[in-house]
């Protein structure tokens, strides 16, 4: 699946950005990132439309472009699943609404669950001219941590870059209350750091102690071989736009957006967790490649050697993030 936003989605986006300054974005960009950076939440920090523009323009390719990239690997890992309903938690601009229908087309409804006006309204801008599902949006403006409230059931519920704003305390209650409202898988994406990891561990425990299967990224359900300072995240590479290079007064035509991310599951409705996980860049060299990896036994460098023909020419195909079923 592409990292690129899906068309209707970027035409919208460049659609509500007709007219606006393009200083007076970036510099609101600027503002609205440094303002999450500190640590401030949404609530906090997306004030209006134009607050939710910006982040909409500063962040949404890069998390629709994660997202993209954790639905994949989940249907890879659930090849049978395929859910009519979703509930996007902390939806934002939708990025995973977008990136859920593109991974599962038979998608008939979708419902954001978010407590900010002002994205609940941009996700709507953002898809006038969206397939059906995402059109016709159920809209709920409610509080994650709103302590007790059961929210609508969906095959897949989704939760990106959402938990992070959950106040620590409350994010079990918030993880198992998601759980609860997953027929069939439960997808969490956080940023790609040491704090947004040890949220999904303290998420994946939980998990597995109601029973989920976990099906990526790791290979097993056992305690976290990963010790500190190691964490575990990927990466997605995704092209940027000319707006959002001046939004973050980047160069590059590309950005690398690393994530972290935890697919779980209801018994029998994935096909288990991969063999292995690749953990880094392969390491190539003239003898072979040098893959790290996470498997049943744990933490593990493995040297694939190019006198191994088969097995060399399957690992040189392998990326960081990929599973190693060999
Ligand atoms: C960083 S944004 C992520 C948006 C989107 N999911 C994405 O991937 O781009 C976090 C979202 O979670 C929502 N949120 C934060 N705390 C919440 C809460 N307690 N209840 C409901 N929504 C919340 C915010 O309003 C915001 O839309």
Redesign the pocket.
Known sequence: MSPDLPQPLRAALERELEGVSRRGLAERAARTSAA?RAGQ???GV?RGLDDALA?ALA??PA??A??ASVFDEAARRAPGFAPRSVL?????????SWAALEAWPGVESVTW????GP?LDLAGRLAAEAPAPIHGAARLR?????GGTSWPKADLVA????L???PEARQAE?VGALWAAASGLLVL?EPGTPAGFARLLRAREALVAQGADILAPCPHARACPLAAPDWCHFAVRLPRSRDHRLAKGADAPFEDEKFAYLAAARPGVGVGAAASRVLRHPRSGKPGLELRLCGPEGLETRFVGKRDKAAHARARRLGWGDAWDA
Do not use: Q
């Open positions: 999450y939440g949404s609530a997306i982040y962040r949404l998390t629709y994660a997202c996007d938690a902390g939806s934002g601009p939708a990025a995973a669950l978010d407590a900010s994205f409610a509080d994650l941590t709103g939760a990106s870059y959402a992070a704003e959950i918030v994406v």
